[in-house]
């Protein structure tokens, strides 16, 4: 028995939301009349254009984003700390929230994000409500969670010629082997695409 080799397991590919469908579903974030639809934004917008894991998000703090160099300063897994680019309009949507912080609540928190009580969010308090709207607008999917906008973030910089360091860095990983596994949806997509227009496929 000592001498049977035990078939390797393949790794699960990670779920993602693909490029068309991210877009129509941020597109349709931009009315917001109450603090649960203006968080759901938020953390829509933040997870896709950081790649930040739920646990970096909610322990985000204001002082931890520099608007004029367009990026933040995350503390991530064993405290190793990165910076990972934001773009224009994720500046934007920043300052307006606390702006609105600032009229809502009278002593707000020093974590950017809060509940509509004013304090800082909370892993399950995301988790339902990212769970939420994405059962709700994306009914196809096989999951529904915080992680999956991760998974989309990595995989649509893969898809687009990211390099694999670059992506490694932006998600924090400690080994390359942990962001292999997204240049897999990229040649599954190359497969589907060589399956539709090859003649011989």
């Known amino acids: ?45 933040f997870f896709y254009v950081t790649g930040m894991r739920l646990s970096e998000l909610v322990n985000l703090k204001e002082k931890q984003i520099d608007s004029g160099k367009m990026h933040l300063k995350v503390l991530g897994k064993g405290n190793k700390e990165r910076i990972i680019p934001i773009n224009t309009e994720l500046v934007k949507s920043i300052r307006e929230y606390q702006q609105l912080k600032k009229k809502e609540f009278e002593n707000p928190e020093d974590y950017l994000l809060v509940t509509e009580k004013g304090k800082k969010l909370y892993p399950k308090y995301v988790y339902l409500l990212i769970s939420k709207y994405l059962g709700q607008e994306l009914k196809t999917l096989d999951k529904k969670s915080p992680h999956v906008l991760r998974h989309t ?9 990211a390099d694999l360091n670059a992506i490694k ?21 190359l497969k589907n695409v060589h399956r539709r227009a090859h003649p011989k496929s």
Do not use: C
């Open 153 to 161: 973030f990595a995989t649509h910089l893969a898809n687009n010629g």
């Open 1 to 45: 028995m000592t001498k049977i080799i035990m078939p390797r397991a393949g790794k699960r590919l990670p779920v993602f939301i693909k490029e068309e469908d991210i877009a129509r579903l941020i597109d349709g974030l931009q009315n917001t009349d109450n603090w649960k639809g203006l968080n759901v934004k938020m953390l829509i917008t």
């Open 169 to 189: 860095e932006l998600l924090g990983h400690s080994s390359l082997a942990s962001t292999q596994v997204y240049t897999h949806n990229t040649i599954e997509k």
